[in-house]
């Protein structure tokens, strides 16, 4: 059982910075990778960054020299800082861990850029 909670969402005008979290709890041992996903309305849920417990990154060719995601493995948190913001980047970010072949999913947390 893993759980997954997302927090440091907001309002931001365009060209602002946010830095998302996710901290990972539970009956845990090691994570492989950790992810961001997004979601806005009326489309699909798409990958945004992801983290291999080494440190290997992919971005999508979107939010690429813009997003950086990094980890803390001593704490079992991943962090998704957001620089030069647009407002198509608004959508509710998820975080995802697949763990002991379960994909597991917060609750979200909402951005929202302003024009």
Known sequence: QVQLV????GLVQAGGSLRLSCAASGSIG?????GWYRQAPGKQREAVAVISRGGATNYSYSVKGRFTISRDNAKNTAYLQMASLKP???AVYYCNVPYGSINYWGRGTQVT???
Request: hydrophobic share 25%; glycine share 14%; aromatic share 0%.
């Open 113 to 115: 850029v302003s024009s």
């Open 30 to 34: 090691i994570i492989s990778n950790m």
């Open 6 to 9: 997302e927090s440091g969402g």
């Open 88 to 90: 198509e980047d608004t």
